[in-house]
């Protein structure tokens, strides 16, 4: 149950007052251990072809969680919701590396663990997409350990390991050093068998392979300091991943994470089965830690936390869905929203005028895309495996029971239109449950916010988040007969139905020739990402000079994601007049490769090397 208040102790003790009357309860240490970018391939988790002892003798020892999930399948965004306990996407932190403001009224799990008496440690990452960092810890750093708490207090550590990031299949090991044979290793189905994706995948393997065994020092660690009986252990991953099609995308395989809770015998009221060695088939995902967190340590829980504890005393009833977003990735503007219930995955993709494979190009560092890319252009991909090529579905449902890989789209068919119509509603009654941000453009955010947090200003009740939320559902479906609708979101006072109702007509491509004139006006808007989207679909229908003049005002103006809407749709528009070659180089001569614009000096670089060089 949720109440406003923290429990606050003024002094470091080993025994917390517990809400619910006056008997002092010992509580637990806490140990978090977190890897990077792996989904479920672990041995208890059924993958035959992993090697991880050390997981598979955790969860042996306690209990696995079969439905985790990551609210957001890319670090910055997860860690923000595990840290915050507010979705990301309502928080103000959904696009990927933002670091904007929080708001003053979000306290952040360490520092509620540490009023509640606990020393708090982290080992090292903190990433929390916002301006808040180690500050919040007792200490955070490459040193930093349980080991340095005061005597007699309870700790809550966390250890993080990068071992299976994606970033370690960058560089290909040679051959000879790979434990595993990539003739060997299963590849997805949606992968072509190149011999760079089975080379990427033996060398992943072997990445998680190397992950468990940090995670088994760890767990010895805490056994020879004797320390073992009286703290939790909790493992998880960050997000799913590393391939391309899992890691940033909100499928089964970039947010599905492994989830391992042991739970010494003395607190066996914290169990969440009678027995170990059990699996938990409850939905949780990152959303519910922070609350769980503060639930074992006997306090309240305050009514802005979104999630639920799923571990402790009084925890809610099992809930029906998961959910998931994505917003910007690094240089690319994309937008999907996603929902779980434990048999079946839906999501609402906003833009599908954009393909799958949007040029990354942290994600393109990796040789096996780089090699999925050549097979795909030179006809050697099924229909499975070109789809990621392709644009993509409004709408893509799953029975994960009997379509693991997501690869058979019920979504068209009349058989599941009741599965659909309810998770479609339970989207659509989350998004506007939580007041997403995302259904605003990153530009109108910064500018209508001014000096507010994004969450402040976005809970202040000025903004007409559900009629937002209509408009861009109308404007995604691509329905020729709503084409008057669209036309009216541009005449709209909210600059962000405005741009819906331009990415609607873009959407329409030659079907919405009748309304050029409109898309002229709207070319002119105030709002330049009303502007930039009205000259993409403009440039589409012929109208060029009209799109060229909003793209120049785009990227001469001082305003990064502005800059940054306008070189997407240059890039994907192929557009080398001379004209944008030089806007572009302009941009990149001004922005430079500096730790403010790196996207942007990304995104101009990709739009460049398309062109072939400067």
């Known amino acids: 149950m949720k109440q406003i208040r923290f429990f606050i102790l003024a002094l470091p003790i080993v025994a917390i007052v517990c809400s619910c009357g006056s008997e002092k309860k010992e509580v637990p240490n806490i140990l978090w251990i977190t890897s990077e970018d792996n989904s479920p391939l672990l041995g208890c988790y059924g993958d035959e072809f992993a090697q991880t002892p050390n997981l598979d003798k955790l969860a042996s020892e306690g209990f696995l969680f079969i439905h985790a999930y990551a609210n957001a399948p890319v670090c910055a965004p997860a860690r923000n919701t595990i840290a915050s306990g507010v979705y990301a996407s309502s928080g103000g932190h959904s696009n990927m590396r933002s670091n904007y403001d929080r708001s003053k009224t979000l306290k952040y799990h360490a520092e509620a663990m540490k009023e509640l008496g606990y020393y708090c440690t982290n080992n090292r990452k903190t990433d929390y997409n916002t301006n808040v960092g180690d500050e919040i810890w007792d200490e955070c750093s490459d040193d930093a350990h349980y080991k340095n708490a005061p005597e007699g207090n309870p700790w809550f550590a966390i250890f993080n390991t990068t071992i299976s990031h994606e970033s370690k299949i960058h560089d290909q090991l040679p051959i000879e050093e790979l434990i595993y044979n990539p003739k060997d290793v299963p590849v997805l189905p949606y992968h072509p068998r190149t011999p760079d994706m089975e080379h990427d995948w033996a060398q992943y393997y072997q990445r998680i392979h190397e992950m468990d065994a940090f995670v088994g020092e760890k767990l010895k660690e805490l056994e020879d300091a004797g320390l073992a009986d009286n703290t939790i252990v909790i493992y998880y991953a960050d997000h799913g991943g590393v391939f391309a099609r899992s890691k940033r995308y909100v499928y089964e395989s970039g947010t599905?994470?492994?989830?391992?809770?042991?739970?010494?015998?003395?607190?066996?009221?914290?169990?969440?089965?009678?027995?170990?060695?059990?699996?938990?088939?409850?939905?949780?995902s990152f959303v519910d830690l922070f609350p769980t967190l503060l639930n074992i340590a006997g306090a309240d829980i305050p009514d802005y936390l979104q999630g639920e504890a799923f571990l402790g005393e009084e925890i809610s009833p099992d809930p029906e869905y998961a959910y998931m977003f994505r917003d910007r990735m690094d240089e690319w503007y994309d937008m999907s929203r996603a929902v779980r219930n434990r048999k079946y995955r839906y999501i609402h993709?906003?833009?599908?005028?954009?393909?799958?494979?949007?040029?990354?190009?942290?994600?393109?560092?990796?040789?096996?895309?780089?090699?999925?890319?050549?097979?795909?252009?030179?006809?050697?991909?099924?229909?499975i495996q070109s789809a990621f090529w392709e644009k993509k579905p409004v709408e893509e449902l799953y029975d994960i029971e009997n379509d693991p890989f997501e690869i058979n789209n019920l979504a068209l068919n009349p058989d599941y239109k009741d599965v659909l119509m309810e998770m479609r509603k339970a989207n659509r009654d989350w998004l506007v449950k939580i007041k997403d941000n995302g259904f605003m453009p990153e530009d109108e955010q910064l500018k209508q916010a001014g000096e507010r947090t994004l969450y402040d200003f976005f809970q202040s009740g000025e903004v007409q988040i559900a009629k937002i939320i209509d408009a861009a559902e109308t404007a995604s479906f691509g329905d020729p007969a709503n084409i008057d609708v669209l036309v009216s979101y541009l005449k709209s006072d909210e600059p962000a139905i405005r741009y819906w109702g331009a990415i609607g007509l873009l959407i329409l491509e030659e079907k919405a020739m009748s309304e050029l004139a409109e898309l002229k006006v709207a070319s002119e808007d105030e709002s330049v990402s009303v502007a930039t989207a009205a000259a993409e679909a403009l440039y589409k229908l012929g109208a060029k000079e009209e799109a060229y003049k909003a793209f120049t005002r785009a990227l001469q103006t001082d305003r990064e994601f502005a800059q940054t809407q306008a070189l997407n749709a240059i890039y994907l528009l192929d557009d080398s007049s001379d004209i944008m070659k030089a806007e572009v180089e302009s941009l990149l001569r001004r922005i430079g490769d500096t730790s403010k614009g790196k996207y942007n000096y990304r995104a101009a670089m990709g739009v460049i090397d398309k062109w072939g060089g400067l």
């Open 349 to 383: 993709n906003y833009m599908p005028h954009r393909i799958y494979c949007l040029p990354i190009a942290y994600l393109f560092k990796a040789k096996s895309i780089q090699s999925w890319e050549e097979a795909y252009k030179n006809g050697e991909c099924n229909e």
């Open 256 to 284: 599905h994470v492994p989830f391992i809770v042991r739970i010494p015998e003395k607190f066996k009221y914290l169990w969440p089965k009678d027995k170990t060695n059990s699996k938990v088939d409850r939905l949780i």
